[in-house]
């Protein structure tokens, strides 16, 4: 907010430098961005006289002026303005004189005639919005004085924060500045002269909406002569970065900045049967709106009509119809309260924000309403003229009383940190305004608001009562009083000191299992990903995702059903995704559209659903790999990412987190994956566990997301302290000090049975001796039958203590033989 500093002074008195007072207003949370010398841009504008005015010899819309600057001698300067005559204090750019925009003024020759400077206008100095004349002086000014000295002003460029809306305007600054210095707040004399009819006479209000529109209020004012306000005030406007419009708007404009209450003027005419109503928009409603823009109103949208129709956009914009015109007498003035959350969602829906809407988000004080139409009037009256009607429409003229807040002053001192009395206390919060009573009965403390109300006894302790001015909305549990009393005492004020508490134990880190994950897959060679938990409607239902109710083994197993955005930003994230593989797929597709058709990638991330009205979430590690899973060479050629590559990952996945090799069954399922080339991993050990599937997209779902790549595979696993974990202790065994054997058995079985299978079959029979085991090889063909196939196995014997015998192995070895033969049928192939 810019704070012209000679008009802050006008509601209290500053006896600072501006370097000192933005200081103790950045100290007393009002951070002071930068100062600015408004009028700096002036160089070399004087004060000058007009001693003659002649028309020009040789151009009719010309005049030869002779003027005098209170020393040297007069210069003659060519002007083109009809507003000037002779014995006029105006303003002269002299040669080299650089103006706003810089503009550099020069020594010229005008229809043969030399011109040594220029008179200006207050739109060629930014000063007022009047570009037709020259700006004339009050008579009393002294010539000669730099135009910066006698207009220049410092203006604060001030941060208000979101909470104190009571502070976006010259009055709630002023608070501030008394604050600081102990100074006394000035408000403006506001005094009406009304005429003799009612304003019932002229003006209907029916508020139609009264949760969003708790208060309007409304004044008539007729017989306005529509023209430029005066000078001093256009001066302010500008300063503060305002455009000055029109007498009647700048009325507004100048209420709005000073009290922190935007209203707004409608043209009377305009106002169709002298009735204003508050509503909501009907559907097929438009608005062309003061930027004349039309813009589509929706159901949502609270609005300002007539019995006619639409006439503005509640708290945000007014319309075009209805926006004061050279032409207007009568005026409409609209001083209301509307809901805060309501306007703000307006202004997103429309991309319209403005001075008014800001001032509106951050909630009103409930009596500016009528205090604020009051000051439009007066201002109207003094600079348009016309008659004000008798009274004031006001649909809630009941104006509730102070809010009363108890509080602790020892619960103060040990929030602040600082000793401070219960009488300074009682001081420093009345420089703000608080007034404070004593407790004379058992009282409840108001410690949270949020998020649900909770008050605590105050027991055998000291308690005050402040009594909070309607202003200060922000002032709502005791910390805020605590907060208040050391913000006015000086935050600076309040002594250091080291914290006395032991430290707390060690925690270690509840991402340390992901991080963990996350670690290893990089180093796999897969790029971590990020998407968005909003995806489009359509997402879930097109690819079929299966759920994980057939997965044992899941630490937060998915449930509950698809959650809806009320108000989504786009059609396409609108919805809460459950899977993270049509994430993957989509940033696949990106790729691809890029040119990129390699891609490995994983990411973490959560699904979500609602389960009885409430949303439950649960994390899952995603994993695609589709294109070259190697790059061809002069000595290979180039391989496809397979199936083969994804178990590889799940295996290296469950070995970093210390389970046994995982078990696979097939997942026979078929859309959305590719027949034959599915299947359920589990591993799972004490506490820790992999569960997830992994699969090959079908051709179909290629083929519908437009996806280049043959062959795309996809996992979804559930990994226990995924969420949240932290990775089991490794326990090292010792290098054996005896000798391993290992013997190759080639087990043939029937094409139905699968390797997980042979694999528990062959760990089953072996025994404790049995160290180690692993599939190397898969044949099909001659001599094996069609229907048969050879799955080669290299098992690995060994003892702790002793080296094993020959025969201890056969022994073992004929156990897995009579298994694998009893069990599956399966025989040796030699």
């Given at each position: 907010?810019?704070?012209?500093?000679?008009?802050?002074?006008?509601?209290?008195?500053?006896?600072?430098?501006?370097?000192?007072?933005?200081?103790?207003?950045?100290?007393?949370?009002?951070?002071?961005?930068?100062?600015?010398?408004?009028?700096?841009?002036?160089?070399?504008?004087?004060?000058?006289?007009?001693?003659?005015?002649?028309?020009?010899?040789?151009?009719?819309?010309?005049?030869?002026?002779?003027?005098?600057?209170?020393?040297?001698?007069?210069?003659?300067?060519?002007?083109?303005?009809?507003?000037?005559?002779?014995?006029?204090?105006?303003?002269?750019?002299?040669?080299?004189?650089?103006?706003?925009?810089?503009?550099?003024?020069?020594?010229?020759?005008?229809?043969?005639?030399?011109?040594?400077?220029?008179?200006?206008?207050?739109?060629?100095?930014?000063?007022?919005?009047?570009?037709?004349?020259?700006?004339?002086?009050?008579?009393?000014?002294?010539?000669?004085?730099?135009?910066?000295?006698?207009?220049?002003?410092?203006?604060?460029?001030?941060?208000v924060k979101p909470n104190r809306g009571?502070?976006?305007?010259?009055?709630?600054?002023?608070?501030?500045?008394?604050?600081?210095?102990?100074?006394?707040?000035?408000?403006?004399?506001?005094?009406?002269?009304?005429?003799?009819?009612?304003?019932?006479?002229?003006?209907?209000?029916?508020?139609?909406?009264?949760?969003?529109?708790?208060?309007?209020?409304?004044?008539?004012?007729?017989?306005?002569?529509?023209?430029?306000?005066?000078?001093?005030?256009?001066?302010?406007?500008?300063?503060?970065?305002?455009?000055?419009?029109?007498?009647?708007?700048?009325?507004?404009?100048?209420?709005?900045?000073?009290?922190?209450?935007?209203?707004?003027?409608?043209?009377?005419?305009?106002?169709?049967?002298?009735?204003?109503?508050?509503?909501?928009?009907?559907?097929?409603?438009?608005?062309?709106?003061?930027?004349?823009?039309?813009?589509?109103?929706?159901?949502?949208?609270?609005?300002?009509?007539?019995?006619?129709?639409?006439?503005?956009?509640?708290?945000?914009?007014?319309?075009?119809?209805?926006?004061?015109?050279?032409?207007?007498?009568?005026?409409?003035?609209?001083?209301?309260?509307?809901?805060?959350?309501?306007?703000?969602?307006?202004?997103?829906?429309?991309?319209?924000?403005?001075?008014?809407?800001?001032?509106?988000?951050?909630?009103?004080?409930?009596?500016?309403?009528?205090?604020?139409?009051?000051?439009?009037?007066?201002?109207?009256?003094?600079?348009?003229?016309?008659?004000?009607?008798?009274?004031?429409?006001?649909?809630?003229?009941?104006?509730?009383?102070?809010?009363?807040?108890?509080?602790?002053?020892?619960?103060?001192?040990?929030?602040?940190?600082?000793?401070?009395?219960?009488?300074?206390?009682?001081?420093?919060?009345?420089?703000?305004?608080?007034?404070?009573?004593?407790?004379?009965?058992?009282?409840?403390?108001?410690?949270?608001?949020?998020?649900?109300?909770?008050?605590?006894?105050?027991?055998?302790?000291?308690?005050?009562?402040?009594?909070?001015?309607?202003?200060?909305?922000?002032?709502?549990?005791?910390?805020?009083?605590?907060?208040?009393?050391?913000?006015?005492?000086?935050?600076?004020?309040?002594?250091?000191?080291?914290?006395?508490?032991?430290?707390?134990?060690?925690?270690?880190?509840?991402?340390?299992?992901?991080?963990?994950?996350?670690?290893?897959?990089?180093?796999?060679?897969?790029?971590?990903?990020?998407?968005?938990?909003?995806?489009?409607?359509?997402?879930?239902?097109?690819?079929r995702w299966p759920s994980d109710d057939?997965?044992?083994?899941?630490?937060t197993p998915e449930s509950g059903s698809?959650?809806?955005?009320?108000?989504?930003?786009?059609?396409?994230?609108?919805?809460?995704?459950?899977?993270?593989?049509?994430?993957?797929?989509?940033?696949?597709?990106?790729?691809?559209?890029?040119?990129?058709?390699?891609?490995?990638?994983?990411?973490?991330?959560?699904?979500?659903?609602?389960?009885?009205?409430?949303?439950?979430?649960?994390?899952?590690?995603?994993?695609?790999?589709?294109?070259?899973?190697?790059?061809?060479?002069?000595?290979?050629?180039?391989?496809?990412?397979?199936?083969?590559?994804?178990?590889?990952?799940?295996?290296?996945?469950?070995?970093?987190?210390?389970?046994?090799?995982?078990?696979?069954?097939?997942?026979?399922?078929?859309?959305?994956?590719?027949?034959?080339?599915?299947?359920?991993?589990?591993?799972?050990?004490?506490?820790?566990?992999?569960?997830?599937?992994?699969?090959?997209?079908?051709?179909?779902?290629?083929?519908?997301?437009?996806?280049?790549?043959?062959?795309?595979?996809?996992?979804?696993?559930?990994?226990?302290?995924?969420?949240?974990?932290?990775?089991?202790?490794?326990?090292?065994?010792?290098?054996?000090?005896?000798?391993?054997?290992?013997?190759?058995?080639?087990?043939?079985?029937?094409?139905?049975?699968?390797?997980?299978?042979?694999?528990?079959?062959?760990?089953?029979?072996?025994?404790?001796?049995?160290?180690?085991?692993?599939?190397?090889?898969?044949?099909?063909?001659?001599?094996?039958?069609?229907?048969?196939?050879?799955?080669?196995?290299?098992?690995?014997?060994?003892?702790?203590?002793?080296?094993?015998?020959?025969?201890?192995?056969?022994?073992?070895?004929?156990?897995?033989?009579?298994?694998?033969?009893?069990?599956?049928?399966?025989?040796?192939?030699?």
């Open positions: 907010m810019r704070v012209p500093l000679s008009w802050l002074r006008d509601y209290v008195d500053i006896q600072q430098t501006p370097e000192q007072l933005a200081e103790r207003l950045t100290l007393l949370g009002m951070e002071v961005q930068g100062l600015e010398q408004w009028g700096a841009d002036w160089r070399s504008v004087v004060v000058g006289e007009l001693l003659t005015v002649e028309k020009h010899p040789r151009a009719d819309r010309l005049h030869l002026t002779t003027v005098n600057i209170g020393s040297g001698e007069p210069l003659h300067i060519v002007c083109g303005a009809n507003n000037i005559a002779p014995g006029q204090r105006v303003p002269v750019a002299l040669p080299g004189a650089v103006l706003p925009g810089d503009r550099r003024i020069e020594r010229t020759e005008k229809m043969g005639i030399a011109s040594e400077g220029m008179l200006c206008s207050g739109d060629e100095l930014h000063i007022t919005s009047d570009a037709e004349g020259i700006l004339i002086l009050p008579p009393e000014t002294t010539l000669g004085v730099q135009l910066s000295d006698l207009y220049g002003d410092v203006v604060l460029d001030v941060d009571d502070a976006l305007c010259l009055i709630g600054l002023a608070r501030e500045v008394a604050a600081a210095t102990g100074a006394t707040v000035r408000w403006p004399d506001i005094a009406v002269r009304e005429g003799d009819d009612p304003v019932s006479a002229h003006l209907r209000v029916e508020v139609r909406e009264p949760e969003l529109c708790t208060r309007f209020v409304g004044r008539w004012i007729s017989g306005v002569k529509i023209g430029p306000s005066p000078d001093r005030i256009q001066m302010r406007l500008q300063a503060a970065g305002m455009r000055p419009v029109s007498n009647v708007v700048d009325a507004s404009n100048y209420v709005m900045l000073e009290l922190g209450k935007p209203t707004h003027t409608f043209n009377g005419a305009a106002v169709r049967d002298g009735t204003i109503i508050v509503r909501r928009a009907t559907p097929g409603e438009s608005l062309e709106t003061l930027d004349h823009v039309q813009r589509e109103l929706t159901p949502d949208t609270l609005i300002i009509a007539d019995p006619h129709g639409p006439i503005g956009i509640a708290g945000v914009m007014g319309g075009a119809d209805s926006e004061i015109a050279d032409d207007t007498t009568d005026i409409a003035i609209e001083s209301a309260i509307f809901d805060p959350v309501s306007i703000r969602r307006t202004g997103h829906r429309y991309a319209l924000r403005s001075e008014a809407s800001l001032r509106f988000e951050k909630g009103q004080e409930f009596q500016l309403a009528r205090i604020a139409a009051d000051r439009v009037a007066q201002l109207t009256l003094a600079w348009s003229g016309g008659v004000c009607a008798r009274g004031r429409i006001d649909t809630a003229p009941d104006e509730p009383a102070a809010a009363r807040l108890a509080f602790r002053p020892a619960r103060v001192r040990k929030l602040s940190g600082a000793e401070v009395s219960a009488p300074e206390q009682r001081d420093l919060l009345r420089r703000v305004g608080v007034e404070t009573e004593e407790n004379g009965a058992s009282v409840q403390i108001q410690v949270a608001v949020a998020p649900q109300p909770l008050r605590v006894d105050a027991g055998e302790e000291e308690v005050l009562v402040a009594v909070v001015p309607t202003w200060r909305r922000d002032l709502a549990i005791e910390a805020d009083v605590a907060e208040e009393v050391a913000r006015v005492r000086g935050y600076e004020t309040t002594p250091a000191h080291l914290p006395d508490t032991l430290m707390p134990a060690y925690r270690p880190s509840p991402l340390a299992v992901r991080n963990m994950l996350r670690s290893t897959l990089a180093g796999a060679g897969l790029s971590e990903v990020v998407t968005h938990a909003l995806v489009a409607p359509e997402s879930e239902p097109r690819l057939d997965l044992t083994g899941v630490e698809l959650i809806t955005v009320t108000n989504p930003l786009s059609s396409q994230h609108s919805v809460m995704r459950r899977h993270l593989a049509a994430s993957l797929i989509d940033v696949l597709a990106l790729n691809e559209r890029q040119g990129r058709g390699d891609v490995a990638i994983f990411e973490v991330g959560k699904g979500y659903g609602r389960v009885d009205g409430r949303s439950r979430e649960w994390t899952r590690l995603g994993i695609l790999l589709s294109g070259n899973a190697q790059p061809p060479s002069w000595n290979r050629a180039d391989r496809q990412y397979d199936l083969d590559d994804a178990k590889g990952i799940v295996e290296l996945l469950a070995k970093r987190l210390g389970l046994p090799a995982p078990v696979y069954r097939a997942d026979d399922r078929g859309f959305p994956f590719h027949p034959g080339r599915a299947l359920v991993a589990t591993s799972i050990a004490d506490h820790e566990a992999v569960v997830g599937r992994v699969a090959e997209l079908h051709p179909d779902v290629l083929e519908q997301r437009d996806l280049r790549s043959q062959r795309v595979i996809v996992a979804e696993l559930a990994i226990r302290g995924l969420d949240a974990g932290v990775p089991a202790r490794v326990h090292v065994e010792p290098i054996p000090r005896f000798p391993e054997v290992e013997r190759d058995l080639a087990v043939v079985v029937g094409e139905a049975v699968d390797a997980a299978t042979v694999s528990a079959t062959i760990s089953r029979n072996a025994g404790e001796l049995l160290r180690g085991l692993r599939l190397f090889d898969l044949y099909r063909g001659a001599p094996l039958a069609a229907s048969e196939k050879s799955l080669a196995y290299r098992l690995v014997f060994g003892a702790r203590a002793r080296t094993l015998t020959e025969a201890e192995v056969d022994e073992a070895v004929a156990r897995v033989q009579a298994g694998l033969k009893s069990e599956l049928g399966a025989n040796l192939r030699s």
